[in-house]
């Protein structure tokens, strides 16, 4: 498994985009999905590859001078649980503080509300964000939105 630092903006486009449709569990809202691949331009991008497939892709999105969010992630089902997301984040950590960001935070739907999220939770957790605020209707009444926080420093 390689992970590689992605610069070319319509390379960060189609990796996207090639990832979140597979991930229709997560990724389901087509409206919402495009919006994550707009947006994947001109931000911090890492992708792994196996040999020269895509499997998985991360990107940051800075929310403020000392704050960068993990803003969306995606890893094939079938290479669930083989250690790329955490590879992902600790190479966006680094690059991250190397940028002079302070934080880094991540938005989720609550734990206990479905059992693919509750698995995208723990995966925060295990990474050492904590707990910071709960928005109940942030997003909507079904989906209340869960902010995790890590320090950088």
Same mark, same amino acid.
């Given at each position: 498994?390689?992970?590689?630092?992605?610069?070319?903006?319509?390379?960060?486009?189609?990796?996207?985009?090639?990832?979140?449709?597979?991930?229709?569990?997560?990724?389901? *809202?087509?409206?919402? +999905?495009? =919006?994550?691949?707009? !947006?994947?331009?001109?931000?911090?991008?890492?992708? #792994?590859?196996? &040999?020269?497939?895509?499997?998985?892709?991360?990107?940051?999105?800075?929310?403020?001078?000392?704050?960068?969010?993990?803003?969306?992630?995606?890893?094939? *089902?079938?290479?669930? +649980?083989? =250690?790329?997301?955490? !590879?992902?984040?600790?190479?966006?950590?680094?690059? #991250?503080?190397? &940028?002079?960001?302070?934080?880094?935070?991540?938005?989720?739907?609550?734990?206990?509300?479905?059992?693919?999220?509750?698995?995208?939770?723990?995966?925060?957790?295990?990474?050492?964000?904590?707990?910071?605020?709960?928005?109940?209707?942030?997003?909507?009444?079904?989906?209340?939105?869960?902010?995790?926080?890590?320090?950088?420093?």
């Amino acid at each position: 498994m390689k992970i590689k630092q992605l610069t070319n903006n319509l390379e960060k486009q189609n990796v996207t985009r090639l990832i979140l449709e597979a991930l229709s569990d997560w990724f389901g *809202i087509p409206e919402a +999905r495009e =919006g994550y691949i707009t !947006e994947s331009t001109d931000k911090i991008f890492f992708c #792994a590859y196996d &040999k020269d497939k895509p499997v998985g892709f991360l990107y940051l999105k800075e929310t403020g001078n000392a704050t960068v969010e993990l803003y969306v992630m995606g890893v094939l *089902i079938e290479y669930h +649980r083989n =250690g790329i997301g955490r !590879e992902l984040f600790n190479n966006a950590k680094e690059a #991250a503080i190397e &940028k002079g960001y302070s934080f880094i935070q991540v938005k989720t739907v609550q734990m206990g509300k479905y059992e693919e999220y509750d698995r995208t939770n723990k995966f925060y957790l295990s990474l050492g964000f904590k707990e910071f605020e709960m928005f109940p209707t942030l997003w909507d009444e079904w989906n209340p939105c869960q902010i995790y926080i890590m320090s950088l420093r």
